[in-house]
């Protein structure tokens, strides 16, 4: 997409989704600076990225992105109307800079009409439009569900969609960091050492986090909160007067009373997914 639409320069908008945790922010940076350093700047682009949820009113959005851009974009320009300055700004039939926007949570542009969704979607679409549309939000469904006429109006953005992290993904991705954070001055740790967490640690809590949500960042989070664990108990063991002991190692047990303090038991996590008034109800008892 960045190669066909912004290195070629041509309009454009892609709608990422996935769960939270399953990489979309993080890889699109990657990918945007890999595109970014191999680029050869032929035609000016100007790139803003802006997260929504920074936005009071989903309108503000358009007063933003003008405080993001340079002078030289701006010049002959009323500001007064946010709506038409942007609009003129990548519809004018004068200007040369593509405008690639990446709207990192973008279901918080939502609205009655939804009129600030349709209208950027629209002008991204549009032949001879200087914009690259980039929206990122964790529902699938978000321009099926809330925008319907993009389709008839033959706007739809391309779609990729980021699938929760597998229990093989987030082993992998735990081992390599635990592996990094053994190194010692540059080296590797010595294969005598015992492991900072125990594989059966790290397999537990890959299969409880990718059976619950697939968030990568809750699996680091759950680590990291069993290595604390395993430190505080460790320390409580050794007397102060001792010799140094091997460092302590993360154990099933340690995981396992993180993941309850994290997930709970069952009933709770399914009473978290049900509404106010379902919540309402259950409390009457």
């Not at 945790?21 to 803003?48: D, F, I, N, S």
């Not at 992105?65 to 500001?79: F, Q, R, Y």
Request: with cysteine.
């Amino acid at each position: 997409f960045w190669r066909t639409h912004v290195h070629a320069h041509k309009p454009g908008a892609l709608y990422i989704s996935g769960q939270p945790g399953t990489g979309k922010t993080a890889l699109l940076t990657e990918v945007v600076k890999a595109m970014e350093h191999g680029a050869t700047a032929k035609q000016p682009m100007r790139k803003v990225y802006l997260n929504c949820m920074s936005l009071v009113d989903p309108k503000d959005v358009y007063r933003r992105l003008l405080d993001e851009l340079p002078a030289t974009m701006l010049n002959g320009i009323s500001l007064d109307d946010p709506v038409q300055a942007i609009r003129q700004i990548v519809l004018g039939e004068r200007r040369k800079t593509l405008l690639v926007v990446i709207l990192d949570e973008i279901d918080h542009l939502l609205t009655k009409d939804q009129s600030v969704l349709y209208r950027l979607f629209e002008w991204a679409a549009q032949s001879g439009s200087r914009l690259v549309l980039v929206g990122i939000a964790n529902a699938l469904d978000l321009t099926e569900r809330f925008l319907p006429l993009l389709c008839a109006k033959s706007c739809e953005p391309q779609l990729l969609n980021f699938n929760p992290y597998t229990v093989d993904d987030i082993i992998g991705i735990l081992n390599e960091r635990l592996q990094e954070a053994a190194r010692v001055d540059g080296k590797e740790a010595a294969e005598a050492t015992p492991p900072l967490v125990q594989r059966n640690a790290i397999e537990l809590c890959a299969r409880k986090v990718a059976s619950a949500t697939g968030d990568l960042r809750k699996a680091m989070d759950v680590c990291r909160q069993a290595i604390e664990l395993a430190e505080q108990d460790y320390l409580a063991k050794q007397p102060a007067t001792s010799p140094a002991a091997p460092r302590p190692s993360v154990t099933v047990a340690h995981v396992l009373k993180v993941l309850s303090g994290v997930f709970g038991s069952a009933s709770v996590q399914v009473i978290r997914t049900i509404g106010f008034q379902q919540k309402l109800v259950l409390g009457a008892f």
